[in-house]
């Protein structure tokens, strides 16, 4: 397996555009994470999906923010519309049971202008 | 941190000495985990200890946890240059779901 896949690695925008961030977790894990990673708040968990379920989005900051899991290969992270705070490193990462390791994507730097 | 904390927040050590880092959470855990996060690069899963167990050993890595001070620590002996790296704490909570939240991390220096 070629591990978590996300796409795009790197993402420049300018403020007000929407963003969609992209994740192919390992096949056969059943919970996928999505986690943003700045200096100063450091690595926040956004929402967790378990069965392509969300089950807890308490840590998605606004409602610009939304995720979506269609099926077990595939989610998405949509920033509507995106703000230079925004600017973070975004990953997600899988794993294959209730408290599993984790497995983590390369990430996607987002900088909004 | 939405969980823990790591400290010290920043280790520089020379190669060959044993480096320490040490981790605080708030709730019940079901287990804790360690993550290596070289710059630029996703977290890489390092080593698991669940709530029951006292102290795990992983090559040069050993674990201790102490479930009634909410603490942890990660021992690497006989750091090398290449360990250079962030260091994160990750707690998955006793309710049975599994949030995995991250601590602030410890950056760690061997200095060759």
């Known amino acids: 397996d070629a591990g978590v896949i996300q796409s795009p690695r790197h993402e420049v925008t300018e403020m007000g555009q929407e963003v969609t961030l992209r994740c192919k977790p390992i096949?056969?894990?059943?919970?996928l994470f999505w986690y943003r990673q700045t200096m100063m708040r450091g690595l926040e968990l956004l929402i967790y999906?378990?069965?392509?379920?969300?089950?807890?989005d308490s840590g998605m900051p606004e409602d610009r923010f939304s995720a979506k899991m269609p099926n077990a290969s595939f989610s998405t992270l949509k920033i509507q519309p995106s703000e230079p705070r925004d600017s973070a490193v975004y990953f997600c990462?899988?794993?294959?049971?209730?408290?599993?390791?984790?497995?983590f994507g390369q990430g996607t730097r987002l900088t909004v202008v | 941190s939405q969980q823990g904390e790591e400290d010290p927040q920043a280790l520089s050590i020379q190669e060959g000495e044993n480096a320490t880092m040490n981790c605080s959470y708030k709730?019940?855990?079901?287990?804790l985990q360690w993550y290596r996060q070289n710059s630029g690069r996703g977290l890489v899963h390092l080593i698991l200890?669940?709530?029951?167990?006292r102290e795990k050993h992983s090559g040069r890595l050993r674990v201790t946890l102490d479930t009634s001070k909410k603490s942890s620590s990660l021992l690497i002996t006989a750091s090398r240059a290449a360990d250079t790296a962030s260091y994160f704490c990750a707690t998955v909570p006793q309710t049975g779901a599994n949030n995995l939240f991250f601590g602030t991390g410890t950056r760690l220096t061997v200095i060759p």
């Open positions: 096949s056969g894990h059943n919970s």
């Open positions: 709730t019940s855990i079901n287990n």
């Open positions: 999906f378990n069965n392509n379920v969300p089950i807890d």
């Open positions: 200890i669940r709530s029951n167990e």
């Open positions: 990462a899988s794993s294959g049971g209730q408290g599993a390791e984790a497995f």
